[in-house]
């Protein structure tokens, strides 16, 4: 495990919470239309073997059960509350189960922070008791708790069947939904489920812990709104992924304040599509769409990942075998290269007509015998170039569409597959368009583990999902951190000025900072007056030249008219320096202007930006992509949490759609990458070892292949004096 700061302890407090041995339902009732009422009959229907405690003041007895007029009255040794009562009333129960000993409380009402005001009052005085009792509280506003395996079902769901899929979700519609279509489906199971509501004190974080532990999940999935606190999520996420899948579905975007934000790295952060990248880059599984959540849940659960990206397609159609083609390419997956000796052994059992070049089309060979499908399966599968294998058609429905004989070898052909599911480490998905009726060979491979799906487009996701798990997890060697440099006296000082007199860094000063950890910054002077000038040209002779203004009012340049390039020459020099300042006083006449950069002018290559944000979810966050002036438009960009890992730092490299320019176009030369990954693994260790440092843009970097070149630096100073990475809640 591979987490990104510490350890977790060894066991979460969840555990007697959301497993007890007892249950105090506040708020019981004989009431049908009341949750006091369904929580109660869950709970019996379900056959929960550990003691209910039913409290209301008003009944002896709730549905043939003992009732207790108040939670101090309850003779036993509950673990868990669930508290059906109304808002006002929470604090006080709090406070009773506190003195009771309960160690947890499930609260249903809404009517808390969320709507403000008095409610958010009231929820800080719930959290003060509860803190000072030392109950943990689920919610408020939460739709509810089950846990299948020990017969707890707070919801009174129907239809319900235990599983290995845990559920974490901030809808109880979304949890309502999965349970219908497991239900469908036929085949997925649940473990535990939770309703985290407003996570006034049990986040995120905590839940996935938990479910990391848990040993009747075999894979944890999570419907999310918000994080409350996300860097700590982060953590947990690698731990857990390491040890099994994590399956996130992340609705909306996040939005930090960044209408605010001054850099261009802090109007592109806080997305939705920074927020993939770090839950990616701590091994979770990302699905975009709502209805990939269990698919994708149930394929990693049963076959837990692929050794990588490389598909062979079985088809009995050459039109959906085009469409899986298709949807493979889309979702960075690839055809694999059949072997030659492979090809030989198709071409062995199918007709001459048939294709055997990936996709692999029967042709018509399997109509009359379609368990040879499997033997395709089979073929395959043991060619060293193929990591999965993706069978695609009517598998299944062969008796139905062509005669009634043809079921026996259907079901010798789900056999057969049963048998290579039982030999083979490489992951068998199955599309059928005859899944929505569920003929035999689907239940009996479906009932063997195998997935059978009734989308290409849903197969295609899993089988991605696989190859990321499967890349995830062999690239855990190359996790350590970066360490952080030693922050220098001199720098930190640089910084604590800055703030005093109210501003950034000076481009200088941020380039200063960056010279001396490492970074490859050419050499550059500020000229003041006409003295300074005259040493600039002695020292930088007929080099090309870029002349920049240097004042902490002017924060675009370019549009002051505040830079001139390719100025060669004392006099062109001259004649440069007073057109900036003339331009910039017209720009902005009480503009301060400490003076002019002078720097030579960078080779030609490609323009990058580097950049980094303190996200106040997810803490310091590093972003990569084309620079220029088009950043915030084209958006491609890649993001990851600081501090970066080596392979981290080149997976950014590959993750934007305009990697091809880095590798050389139109009879450009490649650009050293290495130098690149070296360059954001620098700068993640700055940004570790200076809290003041707030934001970071270095747009453009120049890359070719030589190395790189930072033309333009900027580094925003955190104001506030007592600069932290702080936990600021969602």
């Known amino acids: 495990m591979n987490p990104i700061e510490g350890h977790l302890p060894t066991r979460s407090p969840l555990h007697d919470i959301l497993a007890p041995t007892g249950i105090a339902v506040v708020g019981a009732s004989a009431d049908p239309t009341k949750r006091g009422y369904k929580a109660m009959v869950g709970l019996i229907k379900d056959g929960y073997r550990g003691d209910i405690y039913p409290v209301n003041p008003k009944a002896d007895m709730i549905l043939g059960v003992k009732a207790w007029p108040s939670v101090t009255a309850i003779p036993g040794n509950p673990q868990l509350a669930l508290i059906c009562t109304p808002a006002a009333s929470v604090p006080g129960l709090i406070a009773e189960c506190g003195r009771r000993g309960i160690k947890g409380a499930v609260i249903l009402a809404s009517g808390f922070a969320e709507v403000g005001g008095e409610g958010a009052d009231l929820e800080r005085e719930m959290m003060a008791k509860a803190e000072a009792h030392g109950v943990r509280i689920i919610g408020p506003n939460t739709s509810g708790v089950f846990n299948l395996h020990h017969h707890i079902n707070l919801l009174a769901l129907d239809n319900v069947k235990p599983g290995d899929v845990g559920i974490i979700s901030q809808s109880g519609n979304m949890l309502l939904s999965l349970a219908l279509e497991a239900q ?7 473990s535990t489920y939770v309703g985290p509501g407003n996570q006034s004190d049990i986040g995120f974080n905590d839940y996935l812990r938990y479910l990391g532990e848990d040993e009747n999940t075999r894979v944890a999935t999570l419907y999310v709104e918000g994080f409350r606190d996300g860097r700590k999520f982060l953590e947990v996420a690698r731990d857990v992924t390491a040890m099994k899948p994590v399956v996130v579905y992340k609705s909306g975007s996040t939005e930090q304040g960044q209408k605010a934000a001054s850099s261009h790295t802090g109007a592109l952060a806080g997305s939705y599509a920074m927020t993939v990248d770090l839950l990616r880059q701590s091994g979770v599984s990302v699905v975009q769409y709502s209805d990939e959540i269990l698919p994708v849940a149930e394929g990693l659960g049963l076959l837990q990942k692929s050794r990588g990206k490389r598909v062979a397609v079985i088809s009995d159609g050459g039109g959906q075998a085009t469409i899986a083609s298709d949807r493979l390419a889309e979702a960075g997956l690839e055809l694999a290269e059949l072997s030659e000796a492979t090809r030989a052994k198709l071409r062995e059992v199918l007709f001459p007509q048939a294709s055997t070049v990936n996709p692999v089309d029967v042709a018509g060979s399997t109509d009359t015998n379609p368990s040879l499908l499997a033997t395709c399966m089979e ?19 062969y008796s139905t569409r062509f005669a009634e004989s043809l079921l026996g070898d259907e079901m010798r052909g789900a056999e057969a597959m049963v048998d290579l599911s039982n030999v083979t480490e490489k992951p068998l998905v199955i599309y059928s368009l005859y899944t929505p009726i569920k003929p035999p060979a689907l239940r009996r491979l479906h009932e063997a583990g195998l997935p059978v799906y009734a989308s290409i487009e849903q197969s295609v996701r899993v089988l991605a999902a696989l190859g990321e798990r499967g890349q995830y997890l062999a690239q855990t060697h190359d996790y350590s951190r970066e360490t952080p440099v030693d922050a220098r006296p001199e720098l930190t000082a640089m910084f604590h000025q800055a703030r005093a007199e109210g501003r950034d860094l000076f481009e200088y000063e941020a380039k200063q900072l960056l010279r001396d950890h490492g970074v490859e910054v050419p050499v550059e002077r500020v000229v003041r007056d006409e003295a300074e000038l005259a040493a600039a040209a002695a020292a930088l002779g007929e080099t090309p030249l870029a002349m920049k203004v240097v004042s902490k009012d002017i924060l675009h340049k370019s549009d002051a008219g505040g830079v001139k390039l390719n100025v060669v020459g004392e006099a062109a020099m001259h004649d440069a320096r007073r057109a900036i300042l003339d331009a910039c006083m017209a720009y902005d006449a009480d503009a301060e202007i400490e003076g002019v950069l002078v720097t030579p002018m960078a080779k030609k290559g490609v323009e990058v930006i580097v950049g980094v944000i303190r996200d106040p979810i997810f803490g310091p966050v590093l972003m990569f992509g084309l620079g220029g002036i088009f950043v915030e438009i084209l958006e491609d960009v890649a993001f990851r949490a600081i501090p970066l890992s080596r392979h981290d730092a080149r997976s950014m490299v590959e993750q934007i759609k305009a990697k091809r320019i880095l590798e050389g176009v ?35 970097v120049i890359v070719n292949a030589d190395g790189y070149a930072v033309v333009d630096a900027r580094v925003i100073v955190d104001r506030d004096s007592a600069a932290t990475d702080k936990d600021t809640h969602a």
Do not use: C
């Open 184 to 190: 469908h489906n036929g085949q997925v199971g649940f």
């Open 379 to 397: 073929i395959v599968a043991a060619d060293d170039n193929v990591d999965s294998v993706f069978l695609v058609g009517m598998f299944g429905g």
């Open 666 to 700: 139109r009879g450009e030369s490649a650009v050293d990458k290495e130098a690149l990954v070296d360059l954001l693994l620098k700068v993640s260790s700055i940004v570790a070892a200076y809290p003041d440092l707030k934001e970071l843009d270095l747009n453009p």
